[in-house]
Every structure is written in C-alpha cells, then in structure tokens.
C-alpha cells in the first residue's frame, strides 16, 4: 500500500497538465482504478485483516483524492497565470486614429432650409428621382411639344423596343413632387420638397446631378405677397446677414402665372465669391402663384384655393453662404475638399442653436 501511495503521490507532483491528471485519478481512484480494486479485496480478507486495511486504504483514496484535487486548483491557477501573461493588453496605448466623417455642405444645408421652414410651419416631403413624363411635365401645364421640354435637357429612361409610351425621365426638377403632395393631402398645404434633379449641363455652377428644393403653400387668400415675406425672412434666417440683397424678376414658367425669380447680390473677387456685396448677382430660385391647371392636375380646386410654390437650388445658396466657387466640387468626392467644407455630425442646424458653425 505504501508503494501504491508513493507511485500516485510522485505521479500527482509531476503531472503537467489537466488531462494527464484526470487520466491519474481514472487510474487511481476511478471505478476500475487500483484503488478502487483493492477496496474490492476487502470483501475476501479476514474481519481482522479487513479492520487493518479498511481504514487504511479509506485514508489512502482520501489522500490521493485531495492530493488530485490541490493539484487541479494549482494547474487551474497556472493556466489562469499564463492567459493572464499572454492576453495582456494595454488598454493605456493610444487606439489607432479612426478617419471621421464630415457631413456634406449639401446635407448641411438641407437641414438648414428645412428647419428654417419647419419654423414657419412647412412639414417636408419627397418624391421619386425616376419620375413619369406626366408629374414631371404635363401635370405641371408643361404638354407634349411645349417649348418648355427643351429648354429642361432632360434625361431620358429607356424604353423597350416598341413600347410607344413616353419614356420615363430623371425628374428635371423637384416640382412633380407638387402634384404628389395635393394628390396625397389635398388643400391646405404648406410643404417643402427637396431632392435631387438631373439635367444634361456642366460647368463651373452646373452639374448633371444637384439639389433642389420645392415649396408650395396653398390657402383660401395666398398671395404674392406671401411668397415675398416667406422668402425674404428664408433668406434673412439663411444667410445670417442684415439687409440681404435679393432681386425678383418677372419672369416665366408653365407652371405659375405670374412668375419671379429671385437673385442674390454677390462678387467674385479672384475666383472668391461673396454674398451680399458687389454687383454680380446669382439665380437662386424660380416662383410664383401656382396655375390653375396644376392645382387641378393635383385634384385642387382652382376656383376655391390658391397658393405660390418656388424651385431653390440647395447647392447654389450653399455655394453662396459658405463660399464655395465651383460647383462641380460638391460631387468630386475629394476628401481634402470634404474636410475642408464639411461639417461636424455633431453640427446639427437649429434655429435655437444657430444655423451654421
Ligand atoms: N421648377 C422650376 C425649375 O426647376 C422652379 C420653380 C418651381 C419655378 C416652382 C416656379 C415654381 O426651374
């Protein structure tokens, strides 16, 4: 019994691992181990031999079963020991610098114009880039064959060879969304729409691809005075600067009679360009009061609602208030140049806040 202790006592010290260990105890003291056999002899010895070795081997199995165990804790601890050394981080180094973000001038700006708006009780809406030939031209008195068509260089949506219906178009402005807005709420309705547009034109302040955003109010006695207080306290809220300088021109769309379109004063002084000063001025925006045809076309009844309704161009007041000079670079996605005129996320325009940083 004294060899059989010494050889597991001797094997238990030297075990270096937990399967090595459990293989030990399955040998010593498991239900076939050889301890456990010669518990089994017992039955076989005299009761004086049994009164002897009984308590002896009950001492034994207790001996190797905490030797097994001590054992277990310690190689447990070691195990622990190690991660602990080879997991160890230092959680004090600096982390590897992330690349942020900007929010883009024409999103800036968006929400500016939106909350500005809000503010004066316009809720805002979207329409389908992808538009149908009637929202975007016919439902907004623009027929077949109107002059009107030309001027828009639109693109057009391919059609499939001998389907004769007018190709679909990527909207030309955000105006259709006009129709879908009294469709969807009727009259009255105070909403702004902004939104991409699509025209075939390039250079220094037009791109294929930019931002509009439509406004529309229709009541029982909307006027043209309405649209002129409306748009003149934008631009005051907008631009920051007393005294803004904007000029309406009576000139013409399909879609409202009468018509104006507002310019900002501004200068190009070496390919900068200022807003509120100089004598160089910049379109910003197409208006007037909604004709009838398309208050009928949006199911608004002409003889019992009116309103005004103008087209902004997002990315030229944006060009105008943060002077940026060339167009293009809104969509080169140069990162310098994002950097340089993005926005901080955390920049949020509010009236109550401030509008730019
Ligand atoms: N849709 C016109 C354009 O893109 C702008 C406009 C909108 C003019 C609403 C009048 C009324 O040029």
């Not at 270096?16 to 017992?42: H, I, Y």
């Not at 955003?213 to 006027?223: C, F, H, L, N, R």
């Not at 909604?290 to 608004?300: E, I, N, R």
Request: charged content about 25%; glycine content about 8%; aromatic content about 8%.
């Amino acid at each position: 019994m004294d060899a059989l202790r010494q050889k597991y006592i001797d094997a238990i010290a030297n075990v270096a691992d937990e399967s090595t260990l459990e293989d030990l105890r399955v040998a010593a003291v498991g239900k076939k181990g050889e301890v456990s056999l010669k518990m089994r002899e017992l039955g076989k010895m005299t009761p004086e031999e049994r009164q002897v070795a009984g308590p002896k081997l009950n001492a034994l199995k207790d001996e190797l079963n905490s030797a097994l165990s001590a054992k277990k804790a310690a190689l447990a601890d070691a195990a622990l020991d190690e991660r602990l050394r080879s997991e160890w981080l230092d959680v004090t180094l600096p982390s590897r610098s992330r690349g942020q973000g900007t929010i883009h001038p024409v999103s800036q700006v968006t929400e500016e114009v939106s909350a500005i708006f809000a503010d004066m009780g316009f809720t805002v809406a979207e329409g389908p880039q992808i538009e149908n030939d009637w929202y975007n031209f016919d439902a907004l008195n623009i027929p077949p064959h109107h002059p009107a068509r030309q001027e828009f260089d639109t693109f057009y949506m391919n059609r499939a060879e001998g389907d004769d219906r007018p190709p679909h178009v990527l909207r030309t402005h955000t105006s259709p969304v006009q129709i879908r807005e009294m469709e969807k709420t009727g009259a009255p309705i105070r909403v702004i729409a902004p939104g991409r547009v699509y025209r075939s034109d390039y250079d220094q302040t037009h791109t294929p691809m930019f931002h509009q955003i439509e406004g529309m109010a229709i009541g029982k006695d909307i006027s043209m005075a309405n649209l002129k207080w409306v748009l003149e306290e934008f631009f005051a809220a907008f631009f920051e600067i007393d005294g803004i300088k904007t000029r309406f021109r009576a000139s013409h769309f399909p879609f409202t009679e009468p018509s104006a379109e507002v310019d900002i004063q501004c200068s190009w002084v070496d390919g900068q360009l200022r807003i509120g000063e100089g004598d160089d001025w910049m379109e910003v925006l197409g208006s007037g009061m909604m004709h009838p045809k398309v208050l009928q076309a949006g199911g608004v009844d002409p003889d019992k609602w009116q309103g005004f309704a103008f087209g902004m161009g997002i990315d030229r007041i944006a060009m105008l208030k943060y002077g940026i000079p060339d167009l293009r670079a809104f969509f080169d996605s140069d990162l310098r140049w994002l950097r340089h005129y993005g926005f901080s996320a955390l920049d949020m325009p509010t009236l109550h806040g401030g509008l730019s940083k």
